[in-house]
């Protein structure tokens, strides 16, 4: 089982990137998929959660509306569109899989090995 997270870079403050999330070894139909994000010197915080069955999503208060995670089973990929984006954005992006919807990290079963996020003021 295997989460491979890219498209991470440097971008200017208001700019655009999409992460994406590959999975091997596994579906990501077959779980809830989440972004969390940890910056220099804190926690590693939840950012968005896709469920399994219905597609709900959910977002952290500071990217909602910013934010979108959607998913491509046929790529077998989880993405994270991000917009809009803040210097507040910059950390260290990592998907992860769950067995239950949940934005707890605790919960989720399965990581990526994160990719580089840096927005410039």
């Known amino acids: 089982v295997q989460l491979q997270a890219s498209g991470g870079g440097l971008v200017q403050t208001g700019g655009s990137l999409r992460l994406s999330c590959e999975a091997s070894?596994?579906?990501?139909?077959?779980?809830?998929m989440g972004w969390f994000r940890q910056a220099p010197g804190k926690e590693r915080e939840f950012v968005a959660a896709i469920s399994r069955s219905d597609g709900r999503s959910h977002y952290a208060d500071s990217v909602k509306g910013r934010f979108t995670i959607s998913r491509d089973g046929i790529k077998n990929t989880v993405y994270l569109q991000m917009d809009s984006l803040k210097p507040e954005d910059t950390a260290v992006y990592y998907c992860a899989a769950t067995s239950h919807y949940d934005i707890r990290s605790e919960t989720y079963n399965y990581w990526g090995q994160g990719t580089q996020v840096t927005v410039s003021s």
């Open positions: 070894g596994f579906t990501v139909d077959e779980y809830a």
